[in-house]
């Protein structure tokens, strides 16, 4: 007999020896041996198998995941329809090259993308391999379209790994620290971060453009990039009007303005994506993650005169749009269509938001409860002085997972908890996952 896997995994949280147990510690020796140690690791144990909202660990221990593999698994773990569409795609054909010889999954993907994609004009996608490289490309596309050289970014953002995104992103450490030199012609701006700036989103608009034009100016600016909410910064949600002043700017100046969705996409924050929640209509935008059920894919979807303003050939990759990760892709957006996982989302956060509110009562340490649908997040910070506590989050997550229960940290002052759980756990799981959270916050909050 098989023995289940994905969503038919017993859907418990079930700590059956110390975390890490001795199968992982065998493989985290071997891991010590052959893989390079500038890989971090959240949690320590190794993954056997998962679904559903659990992952369970080469000694048997079932961890609830409120993690996602970083907001990729939002249909969950080896979801049947990825599964099966990858299984089958897999006997066809595995590779073929989309520039070599196209096939029908590419253009499938595409199509999904110009519909769900916020915007009502003329799409047209271009399928990559990783969310920095769908970021590096939407740049090339900004550039060869506007013939202007400068790129501007927002203060906590994260956009990648590579030289360009490194350039986006905002934190040293550890993203770019001793990595340099970066990218040329990117220039980095304020957002509007509410908890801490304390302004309107209007009045955080007006201080970012009136930076961008007297630093920058529209005529050398080829594109503007924003995560609509940040992801690797916190969770920052800007203030209502931000981004829809922002995004005007950007039109009114032939600007490119691009959402980085590869975070927020795909029903994580309870929409499709979180432009929509205040009509924000990006010219460009980069999408990755949940698209494909845990395959690697990415894509930029865009203005149709944006997107084809390239000339032929300019864009490409040996691997980007494999037909494999393609059919997983649209295998995970059916089920997100047919489990509306949207709403689902909405309600995940709304029970975790919940949660943490009532816990802000017990402790003081809590500066912020932010978020959209299932992407929420706590920043520990002297409630006062807003001092970050940096210190927090490693302990708590330790904590948690400890006793089975995998968090994520975050914060470009290391000082946020996020919880990012699939789109298809359990209200039974979630319950028990946020009883461990909340009480391990008390207990480190105390110490
Ligand atoms: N843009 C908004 O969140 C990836 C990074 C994890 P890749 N975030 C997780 C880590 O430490 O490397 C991300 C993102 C946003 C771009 C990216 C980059 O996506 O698929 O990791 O390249």
Redesign the pocket.
Known sequence: MTQPSGPELEQVRRVVTEIPGPRSLELAQRRKESVSAAL?AAVPVYADRAGGGVVVDVDGNSLIDLGSG??VTNVGNSAPLVVEAIAAQAHLLTHTCFMVAGYEPYIQVCEELNALTPGDYDKRSALFN??????ENAIKIARSYTGRNAVVAVEHA?????NM?MALTAKNMP?KHRFGPFAPEVYRVPTSYPVRDGLTGIEAAQRTIARIETEVASENLAALII?PI???GGFIVPAEGFLPAIQKWCNDHDVVFIA?????GFCRTGDWFACNHEEVIPDLI?T??GIAGGM?L?GVTGRAAIMDSVHAGGLGGTYGGNPVACAAAVGAIKTMREQDLAQRARHIGSVMHSRLQELAKDVDVIADIRGRGAMMAVEFADPESLNPRADLPKRIAATCAQQGVIVLTAGTFGNVIRLLPPLVISDALLEDAMDVLTDAIRVEASR
């Open positions: 971090g970083i907001a990783s969310g920095a490289e769908a970021v994260y956009h990648g790994r590579t995104t993203y995560e940040q992801g690797e980085d969705e590869i975070q927020t980069t990755a993650k690697p990415a």
